[in-house]
């Protein structure tokens, strides 16, 4: 018994100081990734982590990162020819459309002002306001649309470049 005292305390004691994790479900979850997915990628333009970039980058299929296998290129390349499927992209073309990206985008401050779900998609898409500081310059309502994978993960899918290279 003597034994027993200290183990159902100890036991009282860690059951006391645990912590537990809750997921959040419902609109409010939902309301959150898609802003994530944009901090997340904003991020990775500043430390131009380009494959990070690519793979927060996409559409509802998967990101632009995930250019598929020889052999699923195959597949996809000749169904391109028939126009049931488009044909494979290289990784590097994909980085290169990140550096680009990043090049337009490389800010030192950002604010997300709101978001608005898009209507008429087949798939859901979020379309996020956000104002961009670059070169001191602020640019306001920068659309980014996000897009949701069969998998349920949030990807930028479009952003609105021309409103910063057009001045």
């Known amino acids: 018994m003597k034994r027993l005292l200290p183990a159902i305390a100890c036991s009282v004691l860690l059951a006391a100081c645990a912590s537990s994790t809750t997921t959040t479900s419902g609109p ?3 309301a959150v990734a898609p ?17 990070s970039m690519a793979r927060l980058f996409g559409t509802a299929e998967g990101p632009v990162w995930n250019t598929g296998s020889s ?11 028939f126009g ?6 290289k990784k590097t073309d994909v980085e290169i459309r990140m550096d680009v990206i990043a090049n337009v985008l490389r800010h030192e401050d950002y604010r997300i002002r709101g978001e608005l779900d898009v209507a008429g998609r087949e798939d859901p898409t979020t379309r996020l306001s ?3 500081v670059i070169g001191g310059r602020t640019y306001r309502d920068i659309g980014f649309e996000v897009v949701r ?3 349920g993960r949030w990807l930028v899918q479009n952003i609105e470049l021309q409103k910063i290279t057009s001045r």
């Open 84 to 89: 049931l499927a488009d044909g494979c992209v």
């Open 71 to 81: 052999f699923g290129c195959f597949w996809k390349k000749l169904g391109s020819w």
């Open 28 to 30: 409010g979850a939902a």
């Open 130 to 132: 956000v104002d961009l």
């Open 35 to 51: 802003q994530l997915t944009v901090e997340r990628f904003l991020s990775a333009v500043n430390a131009r982590d380009l494959e």
């Open 149 to 151: 994978t069969g998998e």
